[in-house]
């Protein structure tokens, strides 16, 4: 288990670090400053998310279950915050209109929360050595 979510993590790194260059140099000429940063900002949530999992395929002081949880909320909600804000952000540059599955940010953005608060809720069981 511990290598399937260190493995996703380092997969997340390299595709946020793909994108952060492709913002960075391809799009910076075709996208507005706003639509740039939010870009940006789908990025910079992807990273902090794979450095999660990198953590938390590395520590023994959270439970496998719990491993998995995160592995699945973190997936999905990348999936669905960082990806919609890359479509959002695109729009005008594809012939699909992301602002009709708009709705699907926030719900992204909650999982990422989650897998947070689960990973804390875990850590508060641990034992006081």
């Given at each position: 288990?511990?290598?399937?979510?260190?493995?996703?993590?380092?997969?997340?790194?390299?595709?946020?670090?793909?994108?952060?260059?492709?913002?960075?140099?391809?799009?910076?000429?075709?996208l507005?400053?706003?639509?740039?940063?939010s870009?940006?900002?789908?990025?910079?949530?992807?990273?902090?998310?794979?450095?999660?999992?990198?953590?938390?395929?590395?520590s023994?002081?959270?439970?496998?279950?719990?491993?998995?949880?995160?592995?699945?909320?973190?997936?999905?909600?990348?999936?669905?915050?960082?990806?919609?804000?890359?479509?959002?952000?695109?729009?005008?540059?594809?012939?699909f209109?992301?602002?009709?599955?708009?709705?699907i940010?926030?719900?992204?953005?909650?999982?990422?929360?989650?897998?947070?608060?689960?990973?804390?809720?875990?850590?508060?069981?641990?034992?006081?050595?």
């Amino acid at each position: 288990m511990n290598k399937k979510i260190v493995v996703t993590g380092a997969i997340l790194i390299l595709i946020s670090i793909v994108l952060g260059a492709f913002g960075a140099h391809a799009l910076k000429e075709v996208l507005l400053p706003a639509e740039l940063a939010s870009f940006e900002t789908g990025v910079r949530y992807q990273m902090y998310h794979a450095l999660l999992l990198l953590f938390a395929g590395n520590s023994s002081n959270i439970r496998v279950n719990i491993k998995k949880l995160m592995l699945l909320l973190v997936i999905i909600g990348v999936l669905l915050f960082s990806g919609s804000i890359y479509g959002l952000a695109t729009n005008d540059l594809t012939g699909f209109n992301f602002k009709n599955i708009a709705f699907i940010t926030p719900i992204g953005g909650f999982l990422l929360m989650l897998s947070w608060l689960i990973m804390l809720l875990d850590f508060l069981k641990l034992k006081d050595e």
